[in-house]
């Protein structure tokens, strides 16, 4: 049973505009979530992340979005750009153990 | 360039066969780890290494062995593989392990795409 969901497999968005990832995840025990990038034949690259006492946590153009009564996470980026074009991994950690979504592919059209 | 490299980065082999996969990290890091992404499947975390020591090891079947001689080197030897164990083996390091603030970034090696025949 996956621990961590991300319901989408793909997404596009004409660049310029907001792209938002979405990831729900089971565990109340989690407590830091993170998302990763990765481009084909590469392994996965750190982006941000967040802590469970936290809300939101913003870097440049990545925005992420913690709602815990709901078990939600997403990610925002904008504006969004043709080098944002991945894929797009949700993670969370609890105790040595870190668990990942199945990945978004994200198409930013020029 | 991550800072974690890894050999080879393609391989295949029979069932009979047995190699290891390396991998190396520059980054001065504590942690060390092992998953393997199957197809159209998530990340699946193998093993944790901190400090060389093994401190998790998630129901991983004995075919696959980790081995952790110094904090920057991991392998993982594989031996009577079956077909089914095809896929994406990735090496990830962190300084630190989970549960702590700030320390739970993991930097990833690019992959081993192992084909067992």
């Known amino acids: 049973d996956q621990q961590v969901k991300q319901n989408s497999p793909s997404l596009s968005v004409q660049e310029g505009r907001i792209s938002i990832l979405n990831c729900d995840y089971t565990n109340s025990m989690f407590d830091y979530f993170l998302w990763y990038k990765k481009y084909p034949a590469e392994g996965p690259t750190f982006l941000i992340s967040?802590?469970?006492?936290?809300d939101k946590n913003e870097d440049g153009r990545f925005t992420v979005f913690l709602n815990k009564s709901a078990k939600h996470l997403s990610l925002h980026i904008v504006p969004s750009q043709p080098g944002d074009s991945a894929v797009y991994f949700c993670?969370?950690?609890?105790?040595?153990?870190?668990?990942f979504g199945t990945g978004t592919s994200l198409t930013v059209i020029p | 360039e991550t800072g974690v490299t890894q050999t080879p980065r393609h391989l295949v082999m029979g069932m009979t066969n047995k190699k290891s996969l390396k991998c190396e990290q520059h980054l001065g890091h504590n942690a060390m780890y092992w998953y393997k992404q199957s197809a159209k499947k998530p990340l699946e975390l193998m093993f944790v290494?901190?400090?060389?020591?093994?401190?998790e090891n998630n129901s991983v079947p004995s075919r696959f062995s980790p081995e952790c001689p110094n904090s920057s080197h991991l392998f993982l030897h594989l031996h009577t593989l079956q077909p089914e164990d095809s896929a994406l083996y990735l090496c990830?390091?962190?300084?630190?392990?989970?549960?702590?603030?700030?320390?739970?970034?993991?930097?990833f090696g690019p992959g081993t795409r192992l084909t067992v025949l």
């Open positions: 967040i802590s469970s006492i936290k």
């Open positions: 290494y901190s400090l060389e020591e093994r401190v």
């Open positions: 990830a390091s962190s300084q630190g392990l989970a549960g702590g603030i700030g320390i739970n970034e993991q930097f």
């Open positions: 993670a969370a950690s609890a105790q040595n153990q870190f668990y």
